[in-house]
Protein backbone atom coordinates (compact mmCIF):
# COMPACT_ATOMS: atom_id res chain seq x y z
CA UNK A 1 0.00 0.00 0.00
CA UNK A 2 0.97 3.56 -0.76
CA UNK A 3 -0.45 6.89 -1.02
CA UNK A 4 -4.02 6.72 -0.86
CA UNK A 5 -3.76 2.94 -0.58
CA UNK A 6 -3.28 2.24 -4.10
CA UNK A 7 -2.98 -1.27 -4.85
CA UNK A 8 -0.77 -3.32 -7.03
CA UNK A 9 -3.59 -3.80 -9.26
CA UNK A 10 -4.60 -0.44 -9.49
CA UNK A 11 -1.02 0.51 -10.87
CA UNK A 12 -1.30 -2.21 -13.05
CA UNK A 13 -4.57 -0.63 -14.70
CA UNK A 14 -3.05 2.67 -15.08
CA UNK A 15 -0.22 1.10 -16.33
CA UNK A 16 -2.50 -0.60 -19.25
CA UNK A 17 -4.46 2.36 -19.76
CA UNK A 18 -1.49 4.65 -20.67
CA UNK A 19 -1.03 1.92 -23.25
CA UNK A 20 -3.87 3.63 -25.01
CA UNK A 21 -3.26 7.08 -24.75
CA UNK A 22 -2.81 9.25 -27.45
CA UNK A 23 -4.49 6.15 -29.90
CA UNK A 24 -7.21 8.35 -31.32
CA UNK A 25 -10.24 6.50 -33.01
CA UNK A 26 -8.76 2.49 -32.52
CA UNK A 27 -10.15 -0.21 -31.56
CA UNK A 28 -9.02 -1.45 -28.19
CA UNK A 29 -8.56 -5.04 -27.55
CA UNK A 30 -7.74 -5.95 -24.26
CA UNK A 31 -7.17 -9.26 -22.95
CA UNK A 32 -7.68 -9.98 -19.09
CA UNK A 33 -9.36 -8.33 -16.36
CA UNK A 34 -6.89 -5.56 -15.74
CA UNK A 35 -5.91 -5.04 -19.59
CA UNK A 36 -10.03 -4.56 -19.66
CA UNK A 37 -10.21 -1.99 -16.94
CA UNK A 38 -7.27 -0.26 -18.17
CA UNK A 39 -8.86 0.21 -21.53
CA UNK A 40 -12.30 1.33 -20.14
CA UNK A 41 -10.74 3.84 -17.70
CA UNK A 42 -8.64 5.35 -20.51
CA UNK A 43 -12.12 6.27 -22.80
CA UNK A 44 -13.69 7.56 -19.62
CA UNK A 45 -10.71 9.82 -19.19
CA UNK A 46 -7.63 10.69 -21.46
CA UNK A 47 -8.53 8.69 -24.81
CA UNK A 48 -12.49 9.07 -25.31
CA UNK A 49 -12.71 8.10 -29.08
CA UNK A 50 -11.48 4.50 -28.40
CA UNK A 51 -13.95 2.05 -29.53
CA UNK A 52 -14.51 -1.24 -27.22
CA UNK A 53 -16.16 -4.53 -28.50
CA UNK A 54 -19.12 -6.07 -26.65
CA UNK A 55 -16.86 -8.99 -26.53
CA UNK A 56 -19.32 -10.84 -28.97
CA UNK A 57 -20.12 -9.39 -32.71
CA UNK A 58 -20.64 -5.41 -32.05
CA UNK A 59 -19.56 -2.30 -30.79
CA UNK A 60 -20.38 -1.06 -27.37
CA UNK A 61 -21.14 2.61 -26.12
CA UNK A 62 -19.24 3.98 -23.63
CA UNK A 63 -17.00 1.54 -21.06
CA UNK A 64 -19.52 0.50 -18.34
CA UNK A 65 -18.41 -1.56 -15.53
CA UNK A 66 -16.87 -5.21 -15.89
CA UNK A 67 -19.46 -8.11 -15.90
CA UNK A 68 -21.82 -5.84 -16.89
CA UNK A 69 -24.63 -8.58 -18.05
CA UNK A 70 -25.21 -8.28 -21.95
CA UNK A 71 -28.50 -6.69 -21.86
CA UNK A 72 -27.52 -3.86 -20.09
CA UNK A 73 -24.88 -3.11 -23.01
CA UNK A 74 -25.63 -0.33 -25.18
CA UNK A 75 -24.39 -1.01 -28.70
CA UNK A 76 -22.97 1.35 -31.46
CA UNK A 77 -22.40 -0.89 -34.44
CA UNK A 78 -21.93 -4.33 -35.68
CA UNK A 79 -18.52 -5.63 -35.79
CA UNK A 80 -18.87 -9.60 -36.19
CA UNK A 81 -15.55 -11.39 -36.63
CA UNK A 82 -15.00 -11.45 -40.10
CA UNK A 83 -15.04 -7.70 -40.40
CA UNK A 84 -12.42 -7.42 -37.11
CA UNK A 85 -10.31 -8.85 -39.81
CA UNK A 86 -11.11 -5.58 -41.75
CA UNK A 87 -10.26 -3.44 -38.70
CA UNK A 88 -6.58 -5.64 -37.93
CA UNK A 89 -5.63 -5.00 -41.38
CA UNK A 90 -6.54 -1.68 -41.52
CA UNK A 91 -4.68 -0.79 -38.35
CA UNK A 92 -7.31 0.44 -36.49
CA UNK A 93 -6.52 -1.07 -33.76
CA UNK A 94 -4.18 -1.19 -30.65
CA UNK A 95 -4.52 -4.78 -29.16
CA UNK A 96 -3.18 -5.95 -25.40
CA UNK A 97 -2.87 -9.56 -25.76
CA UNK A 98 -1.14 -11.86 -22.49
CA UNK A 99 1.48 -14.21 -22.99
CA UNK A 100 2.17 -17.49 -21.55
CA UNK A 101 5.76 -16.66 -22.79
CA UNK A 102 7.23 -13.17 -23.96
CA UNK A 103 11.39 -12.54 -24.80
CA UNK A 104 13.78 -10.25 -24.95
CA UNK A 105 13.36 -8.75 -28.78
CA UNK A 106 9.27 -8.85 -27.79
CA UNK A 107 8.37 -12.21 -29.52
CA UNK A 108 4.90 -13.64 -27.20
CA UNK A 109 3.89 -17.72 -26.93
CA UNK A 110 1.00 -18.94 -26.75
CA UNK A 111 0.71 -21.75 -28.72
CA UNK A 112 2.85 -24.26 -27.37
CA UNK A 113 5.45 -25.28 -24.71
CA UNK A 114 8.37 -27.02 -25.82
CA UNK A 115 8.25 -28.40 -29.08
CA UNK A 116 5.72 -27.78 -31.28
CA UNK A 117 5.46 -31.21 -32.94
CA UNK A 118 4.48 -32.86 -29.59
CA UNK A 119 4.16 -30.44 -27.03
CA UNK A 120 5.09 -30.76 -23.61
CA UNK A 121 2.17 -28.59 -22.63
CA UNK A 122 -0.14 -27.55 -25.69
CA UNK A 123 -1.08 -23.78 -25.05
CA UNK A 124 -4.72 -22.41 -26.70
CA UNK A 125 -3.21 -21.82 -30.47
CA UNK A 126 -1.56 -18.79 -32.21
CA UNK A 127 -5.05 -17.13 -32.70
CA UNK A 128 -4.56 -14.31 -34.43
CA UNK A 129 -0.71 -13.05 -32.60
CA UNK A 130 1.09 -13.40 -35.98
CA UNK A 131 -1.25 -11.26 -37.69
CA UNK A 132 -1.88 -8.35 -34.64
CA UNK A 133 1.98 -7.80 -34.57
CA UNK A 134 2.34 -7.25 -37.70
CA UNK A 135 -0.47 -4.92 -38.51
CA UNK A 136 -1.14 -2.71 -35.75
CA UNK A 137 0.20 -1.50 -32.23
CA UNK A 138 0.79 -4.72 -30.17
CA UNK A 139 0.80 -4.69 -26.36
CA UNK A 140 1.24 -7.45 -24.16
CA UNK A 141 -0.32 -7.88 -19.98
CA UNK A 142 1.42 -10.85 -18.11
CA UNK A 143 -0.03 -10.98 -14.86
CA UNK A 144 2.68 -13.24 -13.50
CA UNK A 145 5.92 -12.26 -14.30
CA UNK A 146 8.53 -14.97 -13.49
CA UNK A 147 11.75 -16.65 -15.55
CA UNK A 148 9.35 -18.86 -16.74
CA UNK A 149 7.39 -16.42 -18.57
CA UNK A 150 10.05 -13.41 -19.25
CA UNK A 151 12.16 -15.86 -21.30
CA UNK A 152 15.27 -15.78 -23.35
CA UNK A 153 13.54 -17.42 -26.70
CA UNK A 154 9.99 -18.39 -26.78
CA UNK A 155 8.98 -21.72 -27.66
CA UNK A 156 6.83 -21.14 -30.29
CA UNK A 157 7.11 -17.48 -32.32
CA UNK A 158 2.94 -16.48 -32.00
CA UNK A 159 3.11 -12.56 -31.45
CA UNK A 160 6.52 -11.30 -33.61
CA UNK A 161 9.24 -9.36 -31.83
CA UNK A 162 11.15 -6.61 -33.45
CA UNK A 163 14.45 -9.15 -34.36
CA UNK A 164 11.98 -11.72 -36.26
CA UNK A 165 9.76 -8.79 -37.57
CA UNK A 166 13.73 -7.37 -39.16
CA UNK A 167 14.74 -10.44 -40.46
CA UNK A 168 11.59 -11.56 -42.44
CA UNK A 169 11.63 -7.64 -44.10
CA UNK A 170 9.60 -4.82 -45.00
CA UNK A 171 6.19 -7.00 -45.39
CA UNK A 172 6.67 -7.73 -41.81
CA UNK A 173 8.10 -4.14 -40.38
CA UNK A 174 6.03 -2.09 -42.77
CA UNK A 175 3.81 -1.65 -39.67
CA UNK A 176 5.13 -3.54 -36.70
CA UNK A 177 5.02 -1.89 -33.51
CA UNK A 178 5.44 -3.37 -29.96
CA UNK A 179 4.57 -0.76 -27.49
CA UNK A 180 4.87 -1.71 -24.20
CA UNK A 181 4.59 -5.09 -21.85
CA UNK A 182 2.63 -4.64 -18.38
CA UNK A 183 3.35 -6.93 -15.86
CA UNK A 184 2.34 -7.46 -11.72
CA UNK A 185 6.19 -6.01 -11.54
CA UNK A 186 7.14 -3.12 -13.77
CA UNK A 187 5.92 -1.42 -17.37
CA UNK A 188 8.60 -2.49 -20.30
CA UNK A 189 9.50 -1.22 -23.71
CA UNK A 190 11.69 -1.73 -26.47
CA UNK A 191 12.83 1.68 -26.75
CA UNK A 192 16.35 0.96 -27.16
CA UNK A 193 19.20 0.73 -29.96
CA UNK A 194 18.79 -2.71 -30.87
CA UNK A 195 15.38 -3.18 -29.98
CA UNK A 196 15.43 -5.30 -27.01
CA UNK A 197 13.45 -5.20 -23.70
CA UNK A 198 14.13 -2.27 -21.54
CA UNK A 199 12.32 -1.51 -18.05
CA UNK A 200 10.45 1.49 -18.60
CA UNK A 201 8.51 1.66 -14.86
CA UNK A 202 8.56 -0.77 -11.63
CA UNK A 203 5.82 -0.68 -9.53
CA UNK A 204 6.39 1.08 -6.48
CA UNK A 205 7.51 -1.34 -3.79
CA UNK A 206 9.32 -3.76 -6.48
CA UNK A 207 12.99 -3.13 -6.57
CA UNK A 208 15.13 -3.18 -9.72
CA UNK A 209 16.65 -6.28 -8.71
CA UNK A 210 13.17 -8.04 -8.24
CA UNK A 211 12.52 -7.24 -11.69
CA UNK A 212 15.75 -8.94 -12.46
CA UNK A 213 15.71 -11.56 -10.88
CA UNK A 214 11.99 -12.89 -12.29
CA UNK A 215 13.18 -12.08 -15.90
CA UNK A 216 15.25 -15.29 -17.31
CA UNK A 217 17.00 -12.99 -19.59
CA UNK A 218 18.93 -9.52 -18.84
CA UNK A 219 16.79 -6.37 -19.56
CA UNK A 220 18.22 -2.99 -20.07
CA UNK A 221 17.95 -1.12 -16.88
CA UNK A 222 18.58 2.57 -17.26
CA UNK A 223 19.85 4.28 -14.61
CA UNK A 224 16.86 6.41 -13.57
CA UNK A 225 14.40 3.76 -14.14
CA UNK A 226 11.39 5.62 -12.56
CA UNK A 227 8.15 4.18 -10.09
CA UNK A 228 5.02 3.75 -12.31
CA UNK A 229 2.69 6.75 -11.76
CA UNK A 230 0.28 6.95 -9.52
CA UNK A 231 -3.49 6.85 -10.76
CA UNK A 232 -4.74 10.37 -10.26
CA UNK A 233 -7.78 10.78 -7.15
CA UNK A 234 -10.14 11.01 -10.11
CA UNK A 235 -8.58 7.50 -12.06
CA UNK A 236 -9.11 5.89 -8.37
CA UNK A 237 -12.78 6.63 -7.98
CA UNK A 238 -13.40 5.24 -11.69
CA UNK A 239 -11.14 2.46 -11.09
CA UNK A 240 -12.79 1.57 -7.50
CA UNK A 241 -16.41 2.83 -7.60
CA UNK A 242 -17.68 2.73 -11.54
CA UNK A 243 -15.83 0.13 -13.39
CA UNK A 244 -14.97 -2.92 -11.22
CA UNK A 245 -16.72 -2.00 -7.27
CA UNK A 246 -16.32 -5.86 -6.65
CA UNK A 247 -12.54 -5.76 -6.95
CA UNK A 248 -12.29 -8.66 -9.86
CA UNK A 249 -8.84 -6.82 -10.27
CA UNK A 250 -7.42 -8.20 -7.13
CA UNK A 251 -8.02 -11.67 -8.23
CA UNK A 252 -5.74 -11.00 -11.53
CA UNK A 253 -3.33 -9.39 -9.27
CA UNK A 254 -2.23 -9.48 -5.02
CA UNK A 255 -1.14 -6.59 -3.55
CA UNK B 1 -37.04 -25.66 -55.51
CA UNK B 2 -35.95 -28.76 -54.51
CA UNK B 3 -36.44 -30.39 -51.16
CA UNK B 4 -32.98 -30.79 -49.48
CA UNK B 5 -34.21 -32.32 -46.74
CA UNK B 6 -32.01 -34.71 -44.92
CA UNK B 7 -30.94 -36.51 -41.84
CA UNK B 8 -28.35 -35.74 -39.62
CA UNK B 9 -26.89 -39.88 -40.00
CA UNK B 10 -27.68 -39.49 -43.98
CA UNK B 11 -25.75 -36.72 -43.77
CA UNK B 12 -22.63 -38.51 -41.41
CA UNK B 13 -23.43 -41.15 -44.08
CA UNK B 14 -21.92 -39.10 -47.03
CA UNK B 15 -18.66 -38.57 -45.67
CA UNK B 16 -16.30 -41.35 -45.89
CA UNK B 17 -12.67 -41.78 -43.76
CA UNK B 18 -9.93 -39.59 -44.78
CA UNK B 19 -12.06 -36.69 -45.77
CA UNK B 20 -11.05 -33.33 -44.88
CA UNK B 21 -14.25 -31.66 -43.39
CA UNK B 22 -15.03 -28.00 -42.41
CA UNK B 23 -16.94 -27.42 -39.31
CA UNK B 24 -18.77 -24.19 -38.87
CA UNK B 25 -19.22 -21.85 -35.62
CA UNK B 26 -16.53 -20.98 -33.12
CA UNK B 27 -14.92 -21.94 -30.12
CA UNK B 28 -17.43 -23.44 -27.93
CA UNK B 29 -20.29 -21.55 -30.31
CA UNK B 30 -22.45 -22.82 -32.64
CA UNK B 31 -21.31 -25.89 -33.12
CA UNK B 32 -22.86 -28.54 -35.71
CA UNK B 33 -22.57 -30.89 -32.66
CA UNK B 34 -25.35 -33.41 -33.84
CA UNK B 35 -22.95 -34.41 -36.65
CA UNK B 36 -20.32 -34.16 -34.80
CA UNK B 37 -21.84 -36.94 -32.53
CA UNK B 38 -22.79 -39.06 -35.40
CA UNK B 39 -19.21 -38.83 -36.56
CA UNK B 40 -17.92 -40.09 -33.17
CA UNK B 41 -20.38 -43.36 -33.51
CA UNK B 42 -19.48 -43.87 -36.77
CA UNK B 43 -16.47 -46.05 -38.30
CA UNK B 44 -14.91 -43.29 -39.96
CA UNK B 45 -11.67 -43.34 -39.21
CA UNK B 46 -8.56 -40.86 -40.56
CA UNK B 47 -9.96 -37.46 -40.25
CA UNK B 48 -8.53 -34.27 -41.29
CA UNK B 49 -10.79 -31.22 -39.11
CA UNK B 50 -10.82 -27.72 -40.57
CA UNK B 51 -12.30 -25.68 -37.69
CA UNK B 52 -11.97 -22.45 -35.63
CA UNK B 53 -11.93 -24.86 -32.65
CA UNK B 54 -13.95 -26.00 -29.93
CA UNK B 55 -15.66 -29.10 -28.50
CA UNK B 56 -16.22 -30.61 -32.11
CA UNK B 57 -12.53 -31.13 -32.23
CA UNK B 58 -11.95 -32.37 -28.49
CA UNK B 59 -14.42 -34.73 -28.99
CA UNK B 60 -13.53 -36.44 -32.16
CA UNK B 61 -10.16 -36.18 -30.90
CA UNK B 62 -11.18 -38.47 -28.23
CA UNK B 63 -13.11 -40.53 -29.79
CA UNK B 64 -10.07 -41.67 -32.36
CA UNK B 65 -11.16 -40.21 -35.16
CA UNK B 66 -8.90 -37.44 -36.45
CA UNK B 67 -5.46 -37.78 -37.80
CA UNK B 68 -5.38 -33.84 -38.76
CA UNK B 69 -6.75 -31.12 -37.45
CA UNK B 70 -6.40 -27.19 -39.16
CA UNK B 71 -6.73 -24.72 -36.87
CA UNK B 72 -5.78 -20.89 -35.52
CA UNK B 73 -6.69 -22.47 -31.56
CA UNK B 74 -8.71 -24.70 -29.92
CA UNK B 75 -11.01 -23.34 -26.85
CA UNK B 76 -13.94 -23.90 -25.05
CA UNK B 77 -14.20 -20.15 -24.34
CA UNK B 78 -15.65 -20.65 -20.41
CA UNK B 79 -12.65 -23.09 -19.93
CA UNK B 80 -9.52 -21.53 -21.69
CA UNK B 81 -8.32 -24.97 -23.43
CA UNK B 82 -9.91 -28.69 -24.20
CA UNK B 83 -8.20 -30.91 -22.31
CA UNK B 84 -9.10 -33.99 -24.75
CA UNK B 85 -7.07 -32.07 -27.62
CA UNK B 86 -4.54 -30.83 -25.62
CA UNK B 87 -4.01 -34.83 -24.55
CA UNK B 88 -4.56 -35.86 -28.14
CA UNK B 89 -1.63 -33.17 -28.63
CA UNK B 90 0.63 -33.71 -25.78
CA UNK B 91 0.58 -37.66 -26.57
CA UNK B 92 1.35 -37.41 -30.28
CA UNK B 93 -2.07 -38.46 -31.54
CA UNK B 94 -2.54 -36.01 -33.70
CA UNK B 95 -0.99 -33.71 -36.59
CA UNK B 96 -1.78 -29.91 -36.59
CA UNK B 97 -1.31 -27.30 -39.52
CA UNK B 98 -2.05 -24.13 -37.13
CA UNK B 99 -2.14 -20.73 -38.75
CA UNK B 100 -2.89 -17.44 -37.31
CA UNK B 101 -7.33 -17.29 -36.87
CA UNK B 102 -6.93 -14.75 -40.17
CA UNK B 103 -4.31 -16.87 -42.24
CA UNK B 104 -7.09 -19.50 -41.84
CA UNK B 105 -9.89 -17.35 -43.12
CA UNK B 106 -8.06 -16.27 -46.86
CA UNK B 107 -7.79 -20.03 -46.75
CA UNK B 108 -11.47 -20.91 -46.63
CA UNK B 109 -11.70 -17.08 -48.64
CA UNK B 110 -9.46 -18.15 -51.43
CA UNK B 111 -10.93 -21.73 -51.45
CA UNK B 112 -14.30 -20.39 -51.41
CA UNK B 113 -13.32 -18.28 -54.67
CA UNK B 114 -10.97 -20.66 -56.48
CA UNK B 115 -8.11 -19.23 -56.64
CA UNK B 116 -5.07 -21.08 -55.07
CA UNK B 117 -4.02 -18.39 -52.56
CA UNK B 118 -4.22 -15.35 -50.81
CA UNK B 119 -1.22 -12.53 -50.03
CA UNK B 120 -1.56 -11.17 -46.46
CA UNK B 121 0.97 -9.84 -43.70
CA UNK B 122 -0.13 -12.36 -41.14
CA UNK B 123 2.18 -14.88 -40.68
CA UNK B 124 5.61 -13.39 -41.77
CA UNK B 125 8.12 -13.74 -39.01
CA UNK B 126 6.51 -16.03 -36.76
CA UNK B 127 7.00 -19.59 -36.63
CA UNK B 128 3.68 -20.45 -38.28
CA UNK B 129 6.03 -20.46 -41.39
CA UNK B 130 8.72 -22.93 -40.00
CA UNK B 131 5.84 -25.55 -38.44
CA UNK B 132 4.45 -25.50 -41.60
CA UNK B 133 7.35 -25.73 -44.26
CA UNK B 134 5.41 -26.42 -46.85
CA UNK B 135 3.72 -22.62 -46.84
CA UNK B 136 5.36 -20.24 -49.40
CA UNK B 137 5.86 -16.68 -49.30
CA UNK B 138 4.68 -14.52 -52.85
CA UNK B 139 6.21 -11.52 -53.82
CA UNK B 140 4.29 -8.33 -55.29
CA UNK B 141 4.57 -8.17 -58.89
CA UNK B 142 3.87 -5.12 -58.96
CA UNK B 143 7.65 -3.04 -58.66
CA UNK B 144 8.95 -0.20 -59.86
CA UNK B 145 7.80 1.43 -62.71
CA UNK B 146 4.53 0.01 -62.37
CA UNK B 147 1.54 1.93 -62.47
CA UNK B 148 -0.41 0.04 -59.45
CA UNK B 149 2.39 0.75 -56.90
CA UNK B 150 0.44 2.99 -54.14
CA UNK B 151 3.15 3.43 -51.57
CA UNK B 152 6.64 2.89 -52.21
CA UNK B 153 7.06 0.48 -49.09
CA UNK B 154 4.98 -2.05 -51.21
CA UNK B 155 7.18 -1.87 -53.86
CA UNK B 156 8.26 -6.17 -54.36
CA UNK B 157 6.83 -6.55 -50.85
CA UNK B 158 7.03 -10.76 -49.83
CA UNK B 159 4.11 -11.54 -48.45
CA UNK B 160 2.30 -15.09 -47.02
CA UNK B 161 0.24 -16.98 -50.28
CA UNK B 162 -1.99 -18.88 -47.23
CA UNK B 163 -3.31 -21.70 -49.62
CA UNK B 164 -7.21 -22.20 -50.20
CA UNK B 165 -8.32 -24.11 -47.66
CA UNK B 166 -10.45 -26.71 -49.94
CA UNK B 167 -12.69 -29.02 -48.17
CA UNK B 168 -13.92 -32.43 -48.91
CA UNK B 169 -17.16 -31.22 -46.66
CA UNK B 170 -18.31 -28.77 -44.29
CA UNK B 171 -21.57 -28.64 -41.68
CA UNK B 172 -22.31 -25.45 -40.25
CA UNK B 173 -25.70 -25.12 -37.60
CA UNK B 174 -28.15 -22.07 -37.60
CA UNK B 175 -30.97 -21.20 -36.16
CA UNK B 176 -33.21 -22.00 -38.52
CA UNK B 177 -33.52 -23.07 -42.33
CA UNK B 178 -35.84 -24.02 -45.15
CA UNK B 179 -35.93 -27.04 -47.04
CA UNK B 180 -34.59 -25.54 -49.94
CA UNK B 181 -31.35 -24.99 -47.85
CA UNK B 182 -31.62 -21.18 -46.98
CA UNK B 183 -30.07 -20.41 -43.73
CA UNK B 184 -30.87 -18.12 -41.12
CA UNK B 185 -28.55 -16.73 -37.84
CA UNK B 186 -30.61 -15.30 -35.08
CA UNK B 187 -27.58 -14.70 -32.94
CA UNK B 188 -25.27 -11.78 -34.36
CA UNK B 189 -22.07 -13.24 -35.65
CA UNK B 190 -22.63 -15.47 -38.73
CA UNK B 191 -18.91 -16.31 -37.99
CA UNK B 192 -17.54 -17.85 -41.42
CA UNK B 193 -19.82 -20.24 -42.07
CA UNK B 194 -20.52 -18.88 -45.42
CA UNK B 195 -17.05 -19.73 -46.20
CA UNK B 196 -16.74 -23.45 -45.37
CA UNK B 197 -19.98 -24.00 -47.28
CA UNK B 198 -18.33 -21.99 -50.01
CA UNK B 199 -15.07 -23.86 -49.64
CA UNK B 200 -16.40 -27.48 -50.27
CA UNK B 201 -18.00 -30.18 -52.36
CA UNK B 202 -20.43 -31.67 -50.15
CA UNK B 203 -22.60 -28.43 -47.61
CA UNK B 204 -24.52 -29.29 -45.28
CA UNK B 205 -26.87 -27.24 -42.78
CA UNK B 206 -28.36 -28.43 -39.41
CA UNK B 207 -30.31 -26.44 -37.95
CA UNK B 208 -33.19 -26.18 -35.11
CA UNK B 209 -35.71 -25.91 -37.02
CA UNK B 210 -36.62 -25.91 -40.78
CA UNK B 211 -39.68 -23.32 -42.04
CA UNK B 212 -41.73 -23.29 -45.31
CA UNK B 213 -39.82 -21.97 -47.59
CA UNK B 214 -39.35 -18.17 -48.22
CA UNK B 215 -40.72 -17.43 -44.80
CA UNK B 216 -37.45 -16.92 -42.67
CA UNK B 217 -37.96 -13.26 -42.40
CA UNK B 218 -41.66 -13.67 -41.63
CA UNK B 219 -40.95 -13.47 -38.14
CA UNK B 220 -40.06 -9.91 -37.84
CA UNK B 221 -36.26 -10.38 -38.30
CA UNK B 222 -34.72 -8.34 -41.23
CA UNK B 223 -33.14 -10.85 -44.46
CA UNK B 224 -29.55 -9.77 -42.98
CA UNK B 225 -30.46 -12.39 -40.63
CA UNK B 226 -30.08 -15.32 -43.58
CA UNK B 227 -26.46 -15.45 -44.59
CA UNK B 228 -26.54 -18.85 -46.23
CA UNK B 229 -28.69 -18.98 -49.37
CA UNK B 230 -29.61 -22.36 -51.45
CA UNK B 231 -26.95 -21.92 -53.64
CA UNK B 232 -24.41 -22.89 -50.54
CA UNK B 233 -26.14 -26.35 -49.72
CA UNK B 234 -26.78 -29.84 -50.97
CA UNK B 235 -28.85 -30.98 -47.75
CA UNK B 236 -30.60 -29.83 -44.51
CA UNK B 237 -31.36 -31.53 -41.43
CA UNK B 238 -33.45 -30.40 -39.05
CA UNK B 239 -32.18 -31.54 -35.17
CA UNK B 240 -33.51 -29.69 -32.42
CA UNK B 241 -30.53 -29.17 -29.58
CA UNK B 242 -28.37 -30.02 -32.24
CA UNK B 243 -25.50 -27.38 -31.31
CA UNK B 244 -26.04 -28.75 -27.36
CA UNK B 245 -23.66 -27.99 -25.14
CA UNK B 246 -22.36 -25.03 -27.35
CA UNK B 247 -23.48 -22.01 -27.64
CA UNK B 248 -26.74 -21.35 -29.88
CA UNK B 249 -28.58 -18.03 -28.79
CA UNK B 250 -31.10 -16.99 -28.99
CA UNK B 251 -32.23 -20.70 -28.99
CA UNK B 252 -30.06 -21.78 -26.11
CA UNK B 253 -27.12 -20.96 -24.40
CA UNK B 254 -24.02 -23.09 -23.77
CA UNK B 255 -24.56 -25.81 -20.99
CA UNK B 256 -21.87 -24.64 -19.08
CA UNK B 257 -22.35 -27.39 -16.25
CA UNK B 258 -22.26 -30.08 -19.47
CA UNK B 259 -19.16 -28.17 -20.87
CA UNK B 260 -17.59 -28.52 -17.02
CA UNK B 261 -18.87 -32.49 -17.17
CA UNK B 262 -17.25 -32.92 -20.55
CA UNK B 263 -13.89 -31.49 -19.82
CA UNK B 264 -13.27 -32.87 -16.37
CA UNK B 265 -13.88 -36.28 -18.40
CA UNK B 266 -10.52 -36.32 -19.84
CA UNK B 267 -9.34 -36.24 -16.58
CA UNK B 268 -8.87 -40.31 -16.46
CA UNK B 269 -9.63 -43.03 -18.77
CA UNK B 270 -12.30 -44.47 -16.88
CA UNK B 271 -14.40 -41.24 -16.49
CA UNK B 272 -14.09 -40.55 -20.18
CA UNK B 273 -15.27 -44.01 -20.73
CA UNK B 274 -18.46 -43.45 -18.48
CA UNK B 275 -19.12 -39.77 -20.40
CA UNK B 276 -18.71 -41.34 -23.83
CA UNK B 277 -21.30 -44.23 -23.01
CA UNK B 278 -23.96 -41.90 -21.49
CA UNK B 279 -23.15 -39.26 -23.79
CA UNK B 280 -21.35 -39.47 -26.86
CA UNK B 281 -22.10 -43.63 -28.07
CA UNK B 282 -25.54 -43.05 -28.10
CA UNK B 283 -28.10 -42.14 -30.60
CA UNK B 284 -29.11 -38.50 -30.92
CA UNK B 285 -32.77 -38.81 -29.70
CA UNK B 286 -31.47 -40.93 -26.67
CA UNK B 287 -28.48 -37.78 -26.43
CA UNK B 288 -31.38 -35.04 -26.08
CA UNK B 289 -33.50 -37.37 -23.94
CA UNK B 290 -30.47 -37.62 -21.47
CA UNK B 291 -29.81 -34.12 -21.89
CA UNK B 292 -33.47 -33.14 -20.84
CA UNK B 293 -33.28 -35.38 -17.98
CA UNK B 294 -29.79 -33.88 -16.04
CA UNK B 295 -31.63 -29.97 -17.00
CA UNK B 296 -34.85 -30.99 -15.21
CA UNK B 297 -32.87 -32.37 -11.79
New interface residues.
Given amino acids: MTEYGVTRAEFCVVACADVWRDAGEVMASPFGTIPALGARLAKLTFAPDLVLTDG ?3 LMVGAPPIGTPPAELVREA ?1 M ?3 SV ?1 DV ?2 SGRRHIMMMASQIDRTGNQNI ?2 IGP ?16 N ?3 HPTSYWVPDHNARSFVEQVD ?5 GYA ?2 A ?6 T ?3 DIRRVVSNLGVFDFETPDRTMRLRSRHPGVSVDDVAAATGFTLTVPADAAETRLPTPVELDIIRVVLDPGSLRDREVRN | MADKRTTVDDIVGELRSGMTIGIGGWGSRRKPMAVVRSICRSDLTDLTIVAYGGPDIGLLCATGKVRKVVCGFVTLDSIALDPHWRAARQHGRVEVMEVDEGMFFLGLQAASWRVPFLPTRAGLGSDVLSINPDLRLVRSPYGAGSPYVGDPADTDVELVAMPALRLDAAIVHTNRADAAGNGQVLSPDPFFDTLFLGAAEHRFITTERIVADGTLADEGHPLSTVPIHRMLTDGVAETPGGAHFTANPPDYGRDEAFQKEYAAAAADPAEWEAFAGRYVLVGEDEYQARVKERQAL
Wanted: glycine letters at 12%.
Fill in positions: EAAATYRFVWSAHDRPKVQLVGVRGAPGSVNVVSGVRAAAGAGARFH
